[in-house]
């Protein structure tokens, strides 16, 4: 069953199409990459089903069982995250729990249970300006999930990280996965293929090649 549909989905900037006709099926229950080159319509075309951006045009469809607000089945972990240094990791997941609508009881018990999943348990009081760049990555996926959405979008999740940073992040991807559908951008194929069901290969604002992992392996 597919979680979210586009048609002939565009964005335009002064006449150029960042994102051009795109068409595609997001599974439900499954891990889907976009990949594609810098500047291929990535972060737009997650701008758009986030619904931070309107489309020029073209639609967006819900699975039905989820209509109504779409930030509530939505979790967006953006690629250039404001972090606020001087608020405690537990402090900010819980901020953005309430942000979501959470009552505080639920934001407070689902903080925690969003801080251990991503391993953050032991540094929850520390202040966000001391944790290194997967510390921070593991925060933003915390503050991501902690609604509990149908589906986390991470805008290119691991491409500021040393090895030891995409390690932890990608290892946590796969985790998470067996918990809620995943969507996420990245311009590093090995990432695509390490983690993902399903792939989008997105050039010039076109989705170019898409399919299973598997079949795809097998064509290419
Ligand atoms: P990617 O995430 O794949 O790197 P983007 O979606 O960020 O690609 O950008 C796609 C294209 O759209 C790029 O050429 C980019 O410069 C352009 N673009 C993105 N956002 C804007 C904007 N707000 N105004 C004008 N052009 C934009
Ligand atoms: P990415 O690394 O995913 O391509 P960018 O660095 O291109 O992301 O974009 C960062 C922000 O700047 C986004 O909000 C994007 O919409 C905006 N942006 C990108 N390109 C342009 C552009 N040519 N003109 C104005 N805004 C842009």
Not at 18 to 27: F, P, Q
Not at 89 to 95: M, R, T, W
Not at 118 to 131: A, H, N, Q
Request: with cysteine.
């Amino acid at each position: 069953m597919s979680l979210i549909e586009t048609a002939r989905l565009t964005k335009k900037y002064n006449g150029n199409a960042a994102v051009d006709t795109v068409s595609l099926s997001i599974r439900e229950g499954v891990c889907t990459a976009l990949l594609g080159p810098n500047g291929a319509g990535k972060t737009t075309t997650l701008n758009m089903l986030t619904g931070l951006i309107k489309p020029t045009e073209g639609e967006i469809d819900f699975n039905k069982n989820y209509a109504g607000d779409r930030r509530k089945h939505i979790g967006y972990l953006p690629q250039y995250p404001k972090f606020y240094g001087w608020m405690t990791g537990e402090e900010y997941v819980s901020f953005s729990a309430e942000l979501a609508g959470l009552s505080k009881k639920k934001a407070k018990e689902s903080t925690n249970k969003m801080l251990s999943l991503v391993g953050l348990e032991e540094d929850r009081r520390k202040k966000v300006s001391g944790y290194s760049g997967g510390m921070k990555q593991r925060l933003g996926i915390a503050q991501a999930l902690v609604h509990e959405p149908k589906l986390v979008i991470l805008d290119e999740p691991v491409s500021a990280l040393d090895p030891i940073g995409r390690r932890e992040i990608l290892e946590l991807m796969k985790t998470l996965k067996q918990h809620t559908s995943i969507l996420f951008s990245t311009h590093v194929l090995h990432d695509a293929e390490e983690v993902s069901d399903d792939i989008f290969i997105m050039k010039k604002g076109k989705i170019i090649i898409e399919g299973g992992l598997s079949e795809l392996q097998q064509k290419y």
